[in-house]
Nanobody, 128 residues
Framework: QVQLVESGGGLVQAGDSLRLSCAAS????????MGWFRQAPGKEREFVAA????????YYQNSVKGRFTISRDNAKNTVYLQMNDLKLEDTAVYYC?????????????????????WGQGTQVTVSS
């Protein structure tokens, strides 16, 4: 029902910044909580950040708190991940995902299984 396309990844040095974008089409964007996940080689996909349908509530993985900011523009059908002070351990493929569920328990948006729609991912590589 929803198609997601990430963009904005690239190769940067530690301490640099990137802004990832995820453009959505199909469905009703404002009906979906949105999340960002990442997966490094040999690792399982892990939660990075999520934002509520309205954009008012945000959630972050502890390792990115204070450095990353998730936001959404429902008029543009786009969710963003502003990544500042990038570190080597941030290197991964970053995926955006859409969650159609209306009710969420504590921390449920941290789980990949809660999301029904996923983008193809965009590579972020941080070098020293």
């Amino acid at each position: 029902q929803v198609q997601l396309v990430e963009s904005g990844g690239g190769l940067v040095q530690a301490g640099d910044s990137l802004r990832l974008s995820c453009a959505a089409s199909g469905g009703t964007f404002s009906d979906y909580a949105m999340g960002w996940f990442r997966q490094a080689p040999g690792k399982e996909r892990e939660f990075v950040a999520a934002v509520s349908r309205s954009g008012i509530s945000t959630y972050y993985q502890n390792s990115v708190k204070g450095r990353f900011t998730i936001s959404r523009d429902n008029a543009k059908n786009t969710v963003y991940l502003q990544m500042n002070d990038l570190k080597l351990e941030d290197t991964a493929v970053y995926y955006c995902a859409a969650d159609p569920n209306r009710l969420h328990s504590d921390h449920v948006l941290e789980q990949p299984a809660e999301y029904d729609y996923w983008g193809q991912g965009t590579q972020v590589t941080v070098s020293s």
